[in-house]
């Protein structure tokens, strides 16, 4: 299997948290299953290609995670020439794989909700302004299941946005 992660954030050149985090243990996990694994990632120095811990690493430089977007374009195309990806998975953060995805229809495209940020945002603003402190975790097993934890009064919601399948490490 060869996979694309397609992330601005990743360590050590962006990496600033969550994703970058992820995406590197995800990289060498599938990486020690020998998927061919290929990380596109942001950085402010010279774009650069490494073989790190199993993986490759292809940094294009960038201003930020909207430059990004466009940019990776290049080096995603480059290897896509030399050898298909079957897969393509970015978090959803400024629409890291969206001009990739544009480029290439046909790779199915995992969008990983790493932190719906519009949605957290968008409920504590309009739907629960009275709440001043409350922990949301969603459950993705059957849709979309949000859970408001404000300290005594639970709040679930069940949305059905999402059509879920199920993949696994081989």
Known sequence: MRIAFITYEFPPASGKGGIGTYTRQMAIA???KRWDVHVFSGCSTPSATYVE????????KCENGNDFRHKVVKSFSD?????????????EING???????????????VR???????VETLKK?????????????DLSDGLSLTLDTGGLMIKQTIRIINLFNWQIL
């Open 113 to 119: 909700l790493h932190a719906p940020n519009y949605l």
């Open 30 to 32: 599938l990486a020690a």
């Open 53 to 60: 811990d199993g993986y490759h690493l292809h940094l294009s």
């Open 96 to 110: 890291n794989a969206w001009e990739v995805k544009k480029k290439y229809p046909t790779i199915p495209l995992i």
């Open 79 to 91: 290897e896509q020439a030399i050898n298909p990806f079957d897969l393509i998975e970015s978090p």
């Open 126 to 138: 309009n739907t629960f302004r009275f709440l001043q402190n409350f922990v949301l975790s969603w």
